[in-house]
């Protein structure tokens, strides 16, 4: 139905001495930045359901998940890690605010995080 729309950047950050987050970025540069959060025991999905065009995405398979290393692990793996993590990613990406949207447990790492903050 939609179109798959490839990252134009594909990156690793280290966010502790176990743990290495895949993240993928897509959509317009100049768009306003939205990270996108999936849902527990999932990865990355497909881009092609955002606003493209508009929005300047950034997915985050997290702890444990899809390419992030180590798979599966469930050491240092908490609900305020994973919220650190955003933030860690945030300033790596040197972005100064943005949108937060999660999907099931994504939804719920959004709202932890957004108290956070």
Known sequence: MYPDIQ???TS???VS???TLYYEISGNKDGAPVIFLHGWCHSIVKRAIYMT???FIILLDQRG???SLPSASLEENTTW?????IEKLRTHLDIEKWHVFGG???STLSLA???AS
């Open 7 to 9: 990252p134009y950047l």
């Open 12 to 14: 690793t950050l280290k």
């Open 17 to 19: 001495d176990l743990h």
């Open 53 to 55: 065009s508009y929005y």
């Open 65 to 67: 998940s899809g390419k």
């Open 81 to 85: 890690d994973l919220v650190k993590d």
């Open 104 to 106: 099931s447990w994504g």
């Open 113 to 115: 995080y957004a108290q």
